[in-house]
């Protein structure tokens, strides 16, 4: 009988207790909620400098090919629509976000001028227009 009781009350706890586990996954949650919120801010970010680099794309390919006259312009309208075959990729540069608005004032047609602008996710407009 001495042998059982001493061997009761000489086990070891191994484990963790219920306290000890809610604390951790507390913790868990707190960093998960913390890394989700900076992860979606740089998201938006990256975003927005993608529609910068997009629309100074689209500016520097129409400023490329101004008063252009295989495409109809003219010396009052020298902007020319905007092509696939001026972009590298073969894509024209459109907006990151799905269901994006497009981006404004991209000439569809021979145009006396540009000004393409896009909606920030950041907040405001971006616009870069003609030069001349």
Known sequence: MKNSARVYT???RSGFTLVELLVVVAIIAV???IGITIFTG???NARDARRRADIGSISKAL???YNDTSCGATATNPYCPVVVGWFSNGIIP???SPGGAAYT???????ASY??????EAGGTYCLANQQ
């Open 31 to 33: 960093l998960s909620v």
């Open 42 to 44: 740089v998201q938006k």
């Open 94 to 96: 459109s907006n990151p």
């Open 63 to 65: 400023e490329a090919h």
């Open 105 to 111: 004032g991209v000439p569809a047609a021979v145009a």
């Open 10 to 12: 000489e086990r070891s």
């Open 115 to 120: 000004n393409v602008c896009a909606t920030l």
